[in-house]
């Protein structure tokens, strides 16, 4: 008898990943809520009292609907368990199964989407943003077929619930938010077109989708999607492409009203938005850009980004993957506001990588990871307004 299987589905970049430990710039152990889940409060509990008290006097209840323990951090903001070395004194003293679940997952995250799971990790990470970046070759899912016995020893707690039901299928048995998923990514994987052109097309087929929710006619989605993905096979869109302007104005001051408020709530994003600031000749303690700063702006974007398309691109593809688009694991919004979300992250995340390489003269993959998992840190952790337009 063969045994029962499961299937995750994953970006191609999730198998591959690996903590860099002290390798890491900006690490997970710092400037952050460190939360200690009850099992393993309850192991710190039952050890020897010595043992049991050099830990617990880094730790903190806070009171509310259910108790909460967190670690102290340290007057730098630091995990006061991270050795000089920048390694964990915890796992070194009594191993991996020590940690605390956070501390053992994170930067992994696993969701449950019409009852399948999907794992993925978060671009708050040093380390995963250069995983999930800076691959040439097209982002996508793969499906990994597990024991349900393996499964069950390194499954991960559900972070979000995804509940496809309403558009799971149509009424010829064809599953909508599948087809709505693969065509997004299909249309952002479509390299003959610059990346903001391929937005573009993504608004277009989002809207005619969300007009089809709206007035009930679910049954028309996936010929709708059919069309529209033969119509970009079929270069349909060519003619469009050529008639929009490549220097197209950017929505500057959202852009900097956003990465202000992330500014103000994220200590560790500061120096890095500094250099940012310098790299595009700003002034430190303004949030506003000069006349003539669009066309500055398209000149480095082309000096370092034009050719390297493939990040922004590989990008926004993680996210329709890690975030359920067109619908939204976190929020039950609607399907155009969803896009409105990630047109947002697509100009904040293009702004940040266009002028930290300004700022060092050069398509940096260093400084592009440090600044776009602060960014994600600070934004996706911390700030919700610009998720209110």
Known sequence: MLMDKIKIYQPKSFTNFQCTMNGCKNNCCQSWGISIDKPTYEKYSNLEDDLKKGIFQHLYHKEGQKLEVYIKLDSNGFCPFISEKGLCTLQLKFGYDFLSEICRVYPRVACNVGGSPEYFVELSCEAAVNHVLFDKTPLYFEEVELDIEAYKAKALNYNFFLDTSKYTKDQNGYDIFWKLRVASVTILHSRKYSVRFRMLLLCLFIQEVAELFVSEQDSKVIPVADEFLNKLNEDFYDELYASV???????????????????????????????????????????????????????????YLAKNEYILENYLVYRVLSEGFPFNYRKENDIMSNYVELYAKFNLVEFLITGICRRYMKFDKRHICNIVSLFSRGYEHSISKFFQV
């Open 245 to 303: 302007p490549g220097g197209a104005e950017r929505e500057f001051d959202i852009v900097l009203d956003v990465l202000m408020e992330v500014y103000n709530k994220q200590i560790m994003f500061r120096p890095a938005m500094d250099e940012v600031k310098r790299g595009f000749d700003m002034d430190l303690s303004s949030w506003t850009v000069s006349e003539g700063f669009n066309d500055k702006y398209s000149k480095y974007y082309d000096m």
